[in-house]
């Protein structure tokens, strides 16, 4: 599977999996603001330019993101891609118990959506869900 990256800094990695409509971010430490909302504007610029409709969200190394992130990515990012086509999440966990409660929220909020979401541990099975489903 060919990937391209689009994003690699100290904050975060974003693939794109073009072969299999796959956004893919990694999350390298507790990120939010300016630096949050580029990987996911990136990856929203790619469902709406390319036809995406699959995002892995590895939020491992992750917190809770502030307040006025999550409520951007709710009112703003969400409705975004959901209108370019998003239809499958494949999530790893914060390892924060603080980073779970948070990502559990948006998962509930993404269900209301119609979102098919499923959770893993691992990056490489999260992949394989994301290029079995169509």
């Given at each position: ?93 914060s390892d924060t118990k603080a980073g ?35």
């Open positions: 599977m060919s990937v391209e990256i689009i994003i690699d800094n100290d904050y975060a990695t974003l693939w794109y999996y073009p072969d299999a409509g796959i956004v893919h971010h990694q999350f390298k430490q507790p990120i939010s603001g300016e630096h949050f909302r580029e990987v996911l504007n990136r990856g929203a610029e790619i469902f709406e330019q390319r036809g995406a409709n699959k995002w892995l969200s590895d939020d491992r190394l992750n917190a809770a993101v502030p307040q006025d992130d999550g409520i951007w990515g709710l009112t703003v990012w969400n409705p975004r891609v959901r209108a370019a086509g998003w239809k499958y999440w494949a999530v790893i966990f779970q409660a948070n990502l559990n929220y948006f998962l509930r909020e993404g269900n209301g959506y119609g979102i098919t979401v499923q959770v893993f541990e691992e990056s490489p099975d999260a992949l394989n869900w994301l290029k079995s489903v169509k």
